[in-house]
């Protein structure tokens, strides 16, 4: 194969498994994911022992998450560098890191039965998604929720990915991916993990708060670019200043309320509330989410795609 045809195939493959993903219904190869959550809970049930105290929980997350990362990141640098077809590889693998039809189907689903005034479908749908009790969520409660859902999911499955794949290569893209799937694993909202997801949860908003805030300022273009801007800047009062700026000012772009209080093991939790108060999410905000995030990933692609190329033509 000329120099020209591998430069071609380098610059195509990946956006050719990026495009298969929107495409293939249900989940997808994103599955292949679950096989890391399945693992990270096998291997917490093991090492997490709450006779121990809040330090030896804490070393022993990291020290888990060291076993996860190390061999399956070193494995594949080795790996790329033995194998003659790297291009291939990283795009099947690409494919299978992402994750974009499988929340955004479950939420059509949701909103579909939320028009039809079936909120109790709608909560069965959206409790394998998230964290929180999903039991005494009313409909409106459901609506905000799935919201959140959608927007954190697709930043942290699809996304986050993008960016590091098209700044670093592959590797750094597992590397994020993993962590994600860790932190959602050992998630220290949960009173089990509070100390032993603690480092798996650092790593996540250090590594997600980039793309996170690429993807906050392209949707603070839509709708009045003043109060988008000033939404922004409350993101810090949540507890993931990433996750906090995307709903901040997607609350504002909706101009729907979302945020406000949750349970988790029937604990009431106090979080922030952002967009106007008591304006809640309907069908046609809900539907404007959806087709402003598929709007987002268009334009996504096209401020990242300069930086892939200018990478792949010249490291």
Partial sequence: MDESSWLWLSLSLPFLGIALERLIPGRGFG??????????????????????????????????????????????????????????????????????QAPMHSYH??????????????????????????????????????????????????????FWFMLAGIVPALIYRIVTELHFAWNPKLVQFRQFGHTASRFYQLFSYLPFQLLALIICCYGKLSRNKAALSEGFRWPYIGSGKLISVSASSLQSELGGPRHYQQQKVEQARFGPSQQYPEAAELDRLALKLNMSALLYLLILSPIYLARVIYL
């Fill in 31 to 100: 599955q292949v994911m679950l096989l890391v959550r399945w693992f990270a809970e096998q291997l917490s049930i093991k090492v997490n022992r709450s006779g121990n105290g809040p330090r030896q929980q804490r070393i022993a997350g990291g020290l888990a998450l060291l076993a996860i990362l190390l061999p399956l990141s070193l494995g594949l640098a080795l790996f790329n560098q033995l194998n003659p077809l790297t291009v291939l590889v990283d795009s099947l693998l690409l494919l299978c890191l992402l994750q974009w």
């Fill in 109 to 162: 689903r949701i909103t579909h039965l939320l028009n039809k005034h079936l909120h109790k479908p709608a909560r069965n749908i959206l409790r394998p998604w998230v964290l929180r009790d999903c039991e005494s969520l009313s409909a409106v409660g459901v609506a905000k929720a799935s919201a959140e859902m959608l927007l954190l999911r697709l930043a942290a499955n699809w996304f986050g990915v993008i």
